[in-house]
């Protein structure tokens, strides 16, 4: 299997985390690499603010790389402070004082305004905050009507003074009068957006802050962090509404058979064994095999090697009504498929009967017990995962399977050295392992690019080398190298192990969008980048990761509407609530810029 999406993909995968989104069918990409999805989707030159899709100056940070500098995530700086004191309005042009006749008469007005708004001040810092706002409106019936600095000052100071007191309307109506006289105010928008936010206004909160984080471009964590959080609640919304009345979606071919690549010790995806097919067949060479026994389940593995998907739940629950022989099978199988279409409601009674069927085949049980564990990270329940890989490791302690699926699920929960030992023991089962192998050496790379520690990382980097020539039709050992030459910027070394990936795997489509990403961020090459990511929305246009690079792509380039597109398309391909949360977090940071753009005329930096 090539390379993959990030983890969030590999643990929103609607199984195991070796379910065919995540890197080689298996090792999740992004949480081994410290990369999370966000990141690595902008590995052009251009993170994405903390995951919620503002774009930060491409330009900018690359300088910053070449120059060798690797700050915090997303190059943010570690201040909150303003860059204008509080009750001080951002410079604007006509500021000054009038000069000509009149002049004394308006500087009397204003002089008294500001007079009012300093004795404000004082009983602001004093925490008497009713006298300071009774100032602050004495100052703004006084200033004159075209000072609008000045105006917009006063009323972003009374805003503050509400804020104290709590009374978020009246702090969004200052705010809002203060924008309007000083649409590029950005203490006034910050403190609207803070408003918002208590009054759980989402979207106009994600506005305002959007708006600010473009006006200090994208160099303060407070607004930053408010932004990430205020995506996430509307992710998180949005997405529990839609994947409630979502129709089940059946993912591509491909994806399938790289989910059950990923296990060695799973009966349901061994192919029909010689006793369950009729003599009769065994002489039709080429032709469309039938099953000797009238049974669901035997139905359902034939559907499986026609690559008939869509008609195996069905079939299995034929085997379960019927309370057939091969009824355990079935349980699992259809389990199985509710995982792979999104539907763990479904899923999770159907595991639990097979977990508790003790007469059962004890590797249906494991194997059980492997998907419900993945299944749980996936709703990000670490400690209810932890204990049904434990299970599983306790009943069936020669399966490899679950050492390969619970090193990964250590390096989700970034526990490297257990994670090691798990490969470790999987290996010893199945020394012919190269996916474990590959994953084993990729979790030591991230370790020791982490901590920093080049000479582990030579050693790791000789130790993909030797991977790749022990097991030369591993696709997985060159995609997991060509992530960690990408790290070292050994940019032409890492294209070729993407086009040994695809030689392998011609009809994988994540390889093509690495590939693609590995284009921009070396030769800042957007046409080869878009032309290798639309390749593979033609392999597999059930390919989400894809139309999600695609969208964030365009955010960059300034292409607001074709990213929401893009988005939605993702959305709807989406494996999982938490995925779904995580595009809608991206498409409506997308439409706040917009929105922004509409408004105030700010638009961040493009390609």
């Known amino acids: 299997m090539a390379a993959s999406k990030p983890v969030e993909a590999a643990v929103a995968a609607a199984a195991a985390p070796g379910s065919g989104s995540g890197v080689g069918g298996g090792a999740a990409a992004g949480p081994a690499g410290g990369l999370p999805r966000w990141q690595l989707a902008l590995a052009v030159g251009a993170p994405l603010l903390l995951g919620a899709g503002a774009v930060y100056l491409w330009s900018r940070q690359r300088r910053r790389r070449e120059a060798g500098g690797r700050g915090d995530a997303g190059g943010l700086k570690r201040h909150s402070e303003r860059k204008t004191p509080e009750g001080r309005a951002s410079p604007a042009p006509g500021s000054g004082h009038p000069e000509g ?23 602001f810092k004093a925490g008497k905050y009713e006298q300071a706002i009774q100032c602050y409106t004495e100052a703004i019936s006084l200033c004159p009507t075209e000072k609008n600095v000045d105006l917009s000052t006063f009323y972003q100071n009374r805003a503050a003074a509400f804020e104290q007191l709590q009374k978020w309307k009246e702090v969004a109506q200052d705010c809002t009068k203060a924008v309007e006289l000083n649409p590029k105010y950005v203490k006034a928008l910050f403190r609207r957006a803070k408003a918002h936010e208590k009054l759980d206004n989402k979207k106009e909160c994600l506005e305002d802050v959007t708006a600010v984080c473009i006006l200090e471009g994208f160099q303060n964590q407070q607004s930053m962090l408010l932004a990430d959080k205020v995506l996430k609640l509307l992710g998180k919304e949005k997405a529990k509404e839609k994947y409630k009345n979502r129709e089940p979606l059946m993912p591509s071919p491909q994806f399938i058979k790289s989910y059950f690549s990923s296990f060695t010790d799973d009966i349901i995806s061994q192919p029909m064994l010689k006793g369950e097919k009729s003599d009769e067949d065994k002489d039709k060479e080429g032709e469309a095999l039938e099953v000797k026994e009238n049974s669901g389940y035997l139905k359902a593995k034939q559907y499986m090697e026609e690559e008939n998907y869509d008609k195996i739940i069905s079939e299995c629950s034929k085997e379960v009504d019927a309370q057939g022989k091969y009824m355990a099978e079935a349980l699992l199988l259809r389990a199985t498929f509710y995982l792979l279409i999104g539907n763990a409601t479904a899923a999770k009674p159907d595991l639990d009967k097979v977990i508790s069927l003790k007469d059962a085949n004890v590797k249906l049980r494991a194997n059980a017990l492997i998907k419900r564990g993945s299944m749980y990270m996936q709703q990000q329940q670490p400690l ?4 049904d890989f434990n299970m599983a490791a306790d009943i069936d302690p020669q399966n490899a399977d679950v050492y390969h699926h619970r090193g990964q699920l250590k390096i989700l929960l970034d526990q490297v050295e257990e994670a090691v030992a798990d490969f ?12 474990a192998q590959a994953q084993k050496c990729f979790a030591l790379y991230r370790q020791a690019y982490t901590g920093n520690n080049s000479s582990q990382i030579q050693a790791a980097m000789k130790g993909f080398e030797e991977v790749i020539k022990k097991f030369p039709r591993c696709a997985e050992g060159y995609a ?58 033609e392999i597999d246009n059930k390919c989400d990761f894809a139309y999600e690079t695609m969208g964030t792509i365009e955010v960059q380039r300034g292409n607001m509407e074709k990213a929401i597109d893009m988005f939605n398309k993702a959305i709807n391909l989406a494996k999982s609530e938490m995925e779904m949360a995580h595009l809608y977090s991206l498409c409506d940071a997308a439409h706040a810029q917009t929105e922004v753009a509409k408004k105030y005329g700010l638009k961040p930096p493009t390609l």
């Open 384 to 387: 209810l995962s932890t204990q």
């Open 101 to 123: 006749p009149g002049a004394h008469l308006e500087m009397n007005s204003l002089d008294r305004a500001q007079a009012a708004k300093n004795k404000g001040n004082k009983y």
């Open 480 to 537: 997991l190298y060509a992530q960690a030459l990408t790290d070292q910027q050994q940019f032409g070394k890492a294209d070729e192990m993407y086009d040994k990936c695809i030689d392998l795997e011609p009809d994988n489509a994540t390889t093509y969008v690495h590939k693609g990403l590995l284009q921009l961020q070396w030769k800042q090459d957007l046409d080869r980048g878009l032309e290798l990511i639309s390749k593979a929305i």
């Open 424 to 435: 470790d023991e999987c290996i010893r089962l199945r020394p012919e392992s190269a996916l």
